[in-house]
């Protein structure tokens, strides 16, 4: 079945520092999602990526959707306290006839002021 | 808040009891997801229903786990004879027009 993953599974940087968090696919997606979840809190939606080669950015985040549709990466600039939590990638496959998105494993940013 | 509410909030309950979990999605979505969030994990998928139709259902809802939604607005999760690996936060996800999904605060389930 479909799997996806996402590296790294923890990253602590100083405050300021860059952030990275990648999610591959086993499978094409029609799209994906990025969602953040504060510690005690549930999943925010923060965006989606649809067509192949994408980028968005909002603000410090930089939202990449790879040219074969099978991987993705957020990208955060100069860390902020705030940004603390566990970042999800979910995949959705329309072609495999399922409604279902999978989520990644996540990956949990703490930064250290 | 992001106008999905879930109730209880928090539950805990004996080895071999039956609990259910009640969903409200914002008012204009049709669709709704029910995902299962173990410690260090990501959301599981568990079903999915657009209005009142169940159209998709994980093989992971055994026979003890089943979902309603009968008049298309709220929903409801009924775990039977519950196990103690059935321990986890259950969320709920009401998700608008533009797919994303807005997520409930979730049920937190502690089988004892």
């Known amino acids: 079945g479909q799997q996806v993953m996402q590296i790294p599974q923890y990253q602590h940087v100083q405050e300021g520092e860059d952030f990275t968090t990648y999610c591959n696919s086993s499978?094409?997606?029609?799209?994906i999602q990025w969602y953040k979840q504060r510690p005690g809190g549930h999943p925010v939606f923060l965006i989606q990526?649809?067509?192949?080669?994408e980028v968005k950015k909002q603000k410090r985040l930089t939202f990449q959707f790879g040219e074969a549709k099978k991987n993705s990466s957020l990208h955060i600039t100069a860390t902020q306290t705030t940004d603390v939590g566990t970042y999800f990638c979910a995949g959705y496959s329309s072609t495999s006839g399922t409604y279902k998105y999978i989520f990644g494993t996540g990956t949990r940013l703490k930064v250290l002021a | 808040d992001t106008g999905v509410s879930q109730d209880p909030r928090h539950k805990i309950t004996k080895r071999g009891q039956n609990v259910t979990f009640r969903c409200d999605p914002i008012?204009?979505?049709?669709?709704l997801y029910w995902y299962r969030q173990t410690l260090g994990q990501g959301p599981e998928f568990l079903t999915y229903?657009?209005?009142?139709?169940?159209?998709?259902k994980s093989r992971l809802l055994s026979d003890r786990f089943s979902a309603e939604r009968p008049k298309g607005s709220f929903s409801t999760l009924e775990i039977q004879r519950t196990e103690q690996g059935d321990s986890a936060m259950y969320l709920c996800a009401s998700r608008g027009s533009y797919n994303e999904q807005f997520f409930g605060p979730g049920t937190r389930l502690t089988v004892l």
């Open positions: 990526l649809v067509k192949s080669g």
């Open positions: 499978t094409t997606l029609s799209n």
């Open positions: 229903f657009q209005n009142e139709a169940q159209l998709e």
């Open positions: 008012s204009e979505h049709n669709r």
